[in-house]
């Protein structure tokens, strides 16, 4: 049984932290790797240079929606592609652990059910913009 009482808190105790993961990734990208780094590791993937950009967009607009109550539930759906693209690109063919070398696909899929777990579960407590109620009431 859900305790309907901690449930929300719970929900938004994941948002701050898989806001945080998002920033800290694009910060990662933005300041470690830099942008040009970022555009070029893209590019080694075959993907297009603009799609650093946009990654980065959506990685810090995604966790501000997550973290400030936007939209949360919404942002949350919305970001899941991104994490699975990281699994289809890069982590996918380096094995199931994330502790492999160049790191597996385990975390990118705890990360991408995470978000799967805040759009099911609603947008929990302090939010500024609820979500639409996707499944109804």
Not at 45 to 56: C, D, V
Request: positive net charge; contains cysteine; proline residues 7%.
């Amino acid at each position: 049984m859900i305790d309907l009482v901690a449930a929300p808190y719970a929900v938004l105790l994941l948002r701050l932290c898989l806001g945080a993961l998002f920033i800290a990734h694009a910060l990662l990208k933005i300041r470690v790797f830099t942008i040009p780094g970022t555009i070029a590791f893209f590019q080694s993937l075959g993907l297009p240079g603009w799609a650093a950009y946009a990654t980065i967009a959506a990685e810090l607009i995604g966790a501000t929606c997550l973290i400030l109550g936007i939209y949360p539930r919404w942002a949350a759906l919305l970001l899941i592609p991104l994490i699975l693209g990281t699994i289809v690109t890069v982590h996918g063919k380096k094995g199931w652990l994330f502790s492999n070398p160049d790191g597996g696909w385990e975390f990118p899929a705890f990360w991408a059910a995470s978000l799967l777990a805040v759009f099911l579960l609603g947008d929990g407590v302090a939010v500024l913009i609820a979500s639409p109620m996707p499944f109804g009431r």
